[in-house]
């Protein structure tokens, strides 16, 4: 079954707002990726948090990472409407398959 | 500095003809990713290949599809007989090398229409 579940589906906001996006997961892992996917184009990698940090930034924006809730978030401030997208975390399993496994995304709207 | 080119963009193909994707990993990658993505959802993981080999294959439906990354030139995913539920965007992805890993990049995709 799928590693990644996102929560909400979907999103929309105003432009200015912050966005949160959050993943659930299952098994243990390495790390944990979040990516972009703008629409009809290919996925866009936004940042990586490993399995022994608690928070990263990036620009505008933090990812958090809880693993002994096996979740994380993804908060984009001040956003804009170029971040409209849909948002996917993706996680690696510690055991096994040397792959990414993806969950189901965030689509997320900026109004202007 | 090229990324991961994918062709075709767009295919589309009758039932029971055969499909045919190609994936240039980025300069210095050796290791390629095939992901299915339907519409309005995730992308499900199908196959790991480095060269001449397929190391993961756990996502790939028995029968009908194939992957190969030969030594030289670029990677197929072969889909024979397509059926309208093969209808989808296939994406290659690649890394240069697996280390505890790091990002995949990603082509733009190949959207394959099955009529």
């Known amino acids: 079954s799928q590693q990644g579940e996102e929560d909400p589906q979907a999103l929309s906001i105003?432009?200015?707002?912050?966005?949160?996006?959050?993943?659930?997961?299952?098994?243990?892992?390495?790390?944990?990726?979040?990516?972009?996917?703008?629409?009809?184009?290919?996925?866009?990698?936004?940042?990586?948090?490993?399995?022994?940090?608690?928070?990263?930034?990036?620009?505008?924006?933090r990812v958090t990472l809880d693993t002994s809730k096996k979740s994380s978030s993804l908060l984009i401030t001040a956003s804009r409407a170029a971040d409209t997208a849909s948002y996917f975390c993706a996680t690696e399993a510690i055991r096994g398959a040397q792959k990414l496994v993806f969950g189901q995304g965030?689509?997320?709207?900026?109004?202007p | 500095n090229a990324g991961v080119m994918q062709n075709p963009r767009?295919?589309?193909r009758r039932r029971g003809q055969e499909a045919r994707l190609r994936c240039s990993p980025m300069k210095g990658h050796s290791h390629v990713y095939w992901y299915r993505q339907?519409?309005?959802e995730g992308l499900k993981f199908m196959v790991y290949l480095q060269k001449e080999n397929i190391i993961d294959e756990s996502g790939m439906p028995k029968e009908r599809f194939s992957a190969e990354f030969p030594k030289e030139g670029p990677?197929?995913?072969?889909?024979?007989?397509?059926?309208?539920?093969?209808?989808?965007?296939?994406?290659?992805?690649?890394?240069?090398?697996?280390?505890?890993?790091?990002e995949l990049f990603f082509g733009e995709g190949s959207r394959l229409t099955v009529l």
């Open chain 1, 106 to 111: 965030t689509r997320l709207t900026i109004n």
């Open chain 1, 14 to 61: 105003q432009e200015g707002e912050n966005a949160t996006m959050n993943c659930s997961y299952k098994t243990s892992i390495n790390n944990l990726q979040w990516y972009r996917q703008n629409s009809g184009r290919g996925l866009v990698h936004l940042i990586l948090i490993r399995s022994n940090e608690r928070e990263k930034h990036s620009g505008r924006l």
């Open chain 2, 10 to 12: 767009h295919l589309v």
């Open chain 2, 38 to 40: 339907l519409p309005e």
């Open chain 2, 75 to 102: 990677s197929i995913l072969r889909i024979q007989q397509v059926v309208r539920g093969d209808s989808a965007a296939y994406f290659c992805a690649s890394s240069p090398k697996w280390q505890n890993t790091g």
